[in-house]
């Protein structure tokens, strides 16, 4: 048995139109509560506690298999480019609605890492439970604590970003990636890929981060004022290429 905490938390509007700009600008909030005690910001390291896995349990991983559905499967694909280039090990994205009917190889050195907002969709959990039967390590990225996800993992990357009431994600997107980010260069701290320097450099990044995303949203009259002048266009299409292709990918699914 694992007790379940509720947050106390308002499900109101805040004074913005929709739930969705409200979350939208509750991003750098979400990013400081993902960073919280998971990142030493006196010292540029990563912390990640609740990843439960020693320097050597980590030096041991060959593989690293991400897998998600929709905006999941978009950060796991990020998450893909950020454990190959900060941890070295060679990392797969899947859409967890093709792997539960695969018979993947899987052994003590692969780290799986399942990324859902609820922690419910069917198809991951039903991934989970595949590879829940196997030697890897299984851990998982999402918002609910109670979830089947956080009870099949054996350990769970807490979002931390309160209820997202709208139902294309924005505040728990950002919290994942930015959980990613952190998962990787813990990844390769261990595993003396990434040394010191560049674990300064990246820590205070991702320090900045929410500073950075509330000056974006402060301009937000600019982006609306670019909506009202495409929005009678029919057709959108997004380019990009390496890690923000997955982003290109989520804009147009956003639109």
Do not use: W
Request: overall charge neutral.
């Amino acid at each position: 048995m694992r007790p379940v905490t509720l947050e106390d938390v308002l499900i109101d509007r805040g004074g913005y139109r929709h739930f969705m700009l409200k979350e939208i600008m509750e991003q750098p909030q979400a990013v400081v509560a993902a960073l919280r005690d998971r990142l030493d910001f006196g010292h540029g390291r990563v912390l990640l506690p609740d990843l439960e896995m020693t320097d050597t349990e980590i030096a041991q991983l060959r593989r690293v298999v991400l897998i998600g559905c929709g905006t999941s499967l978009h950060a796991a694909q990020v998450g893909r480019h950020l454990v190959e280039r900060l941890a070295g090990i060679p990392a797969e994205a899947e859409s967890a609605s093709e792997y539960r009917y695969r018979e993947p190889y899987l052994d003590e050195h692969t780290l799986v890492v399942a990324i859902g907002q609820s922690g419910e969709t069917a198809d991951t959990v039903a991934a989970m439970a595949q590879v829940r039967s196997s030697k890897a390590r299984l851990i998982t990225i999402c918002n609910a604590a109670g979830s089947q996800a956080a009870r099949l993992a054996d350990a769970t990357l807490l979002m931390r970003s309160g209820i997202e009431v709208g139902v294309a994600s924005s505040k728990t997107l950002t919290a994942s990636l930015t959980i990613l980010n952190l998962l990787a260069m813990r990844l390769g701290a261990a595993r003396g890929f990434l040394d010191a320097e560049a674990n300064r450099s990246l820590s205070d990044e991702l320090a900045r981060l929410p500073g950075r995303i509330a000056d974006i949203l402060g301009n937000s009259g600019k982006i609306e004022a670019l909506a009202r002048q495409f929005y009678r266009h029919r057709n959108f299409l997004y380019l990009a290429r390496g890690i923000n292709a997955p982003i290109a990918a989520e804009g147009a699914l956003k639109l």
